[in-house]
């Protein structure tokens, strides 16, 4: 039937030009961003998939990261270890020299060697850190106890404490009320800082210790005392498969390698009797520093299987998101071409429907 009010070719090839120039859009979108999922109304159940993928492998990257710091660390921890392993056989040398008679008058020079060293692993227990976390001195892991006796000072909460590598133990808090300053003491070492009502950060840096107090703080009323509970280890997520406080974790048990740990501080080799006392006592030493050689290396160990597998699940988590939500370019550019081809195409058949309508008019002649 020839009709000049409905173009039915026209009508049909409008409706097919429309559907591939929407259909052409998508290719361009999927080619452009490389992602065949743009929109939820791409694929909504590929999408949440997708996503939770995504998430599973960004935290599984970071379980990777973590292995990696948490070997970086504990290699610190090793090669400190190992020198205080070093440090205790000179000092078992030392002290078998001295424990013979053949040294004659020479014990003292041999002490004094020995004394030195002692301060060295004092001083490496003291100095050997990751990211401000002491390693080897038995406060890794260590906590701030809010029973202390500071926290039921008003303006002084506990959750405005800070401290940095510091050992177990009590800090003593006094007051100048004249000079209005507070002094922190512990061991022997004392540091005293300015004082003022209200809001304010007294700095213990000696201490690696911060007290923040609030507005209701009263002026030289921040003693008594503050606790730090003895390191109990710590805790490394190498994995994330959702038993985030069990298996995901690799746990090492707090490091303690000070002198009264090992059993040395007392120890000299003044005397043969001496030499002989310490000689035993080194023996200990040698026996406790092996064992945390030992943990430490074993933590190593399972920490680098821990790595291998988590960045192979990674991978493979990645891959399987890949799969999902990434866009098989050749086949894209294929559909584009097609599409593309329709909507020419369809483009010429309006042309040519609209011409047939118009030989209407020749009827009308």
Do not use: C
């Not at 078992?92 to 004094?112: F, V």
């Not at 850190?129 to 029973?147: E, R, W």
């Not at 707090?254 to 002198?259: A, E, G, I």
């Amino acid at each position: 039937m020839s009709s000049i009010q409905t173009n039915l070719g026209a009508n049909i090839a409008l409706l097919n030009t429309t559907a591939s120039g929407m259909n052409m859009n998508k290719e361009i979108a999927r080619l452009s961003s490389g992602f065949r999922i743009n929109s939820s109304g791409d694929d909504a159940a590929g999408l949440a998939i997708a996503n939770k993928l995504r998430g599973q492998a960004q935290s599984l990257s970071a379980a990777s990261r973590n292995a990696s710091q948490a070997n970086s660390m504990l290699q610190i921890a090793d090669g400190a270890t190992n020198t205080i392993s070093t440090i205790l056989d000179r000092l078992k040398e030392l002290a078998t020299e001295s424990n013979s008679d053949t040294i004659g008058s020479q014990r003292d020079k041999l002490d004094a060697e020995f004394q030195q060293l002692l301060q060295e692993i004092t001083r490496i227990t003291a100095t050997t850190q990751y990211q401000g976390s002491n390693l080897i001195d038995g406060s890794f892991g260590a906590s701030l106890n809010t029973s202390s006796a500071l926290f039921s000072v008003t303006g002084v909460p506990s959750s405005g404490t800070t401290f940095t590598g510091n050992a177990a133990g009590t800090y003593a808090l006094t007051a100048d009320t004249t000079n209005h300053t507070i002094t922190m003491t512990k061991g022997g070492v004392s540091q005293t800082v300015a004082d003022v009502a209200g809001a304010q950060t007294l700095n213990f840096s000696e201490f690696g210790v911060k007290v923040n107090t609030d507005s209701g703080y009263v002026r030289d009323t921040a003693i008594g005392a503050l606790t730090i509970n003895a390191g109990s280890g710590g805790n490394f997520m190498v994995s994330s498969s959702g038993h985030y406080a069990s298996s995901d974790l690799i746990s090492l048990s707090s490091v303690d390698l000070t002198l009264s740990t090992l059993g040395i501080s007392t120890s000299n080799v003044t005397t043969a009797a001496n030499a002989q006392a310490a000689l035993t006592a080194i023996d200990s030493a040698t026996d406790h520093v092996n064992s945390a050689i030992g943990a430490i290396g074993a933590a190593e160990s399972r920490i680098s299987y821990a790595q291998t597998n988590v960045d192979t699940i990674q991978q493979n988590t990645t891959a399987a998101e890949s799969t999902i939500r990434d866009a098989n370019m050749a086949q894209e550019t294929t559909a584009f071409t097609k599409f593309n081809i329709l909507q020419q195409a369809g483009m010429a058949m309006i042309s040519q429907a609209n011409q047939s309508a118009a030989q209407v008019l020749t009827l009308l002649r």
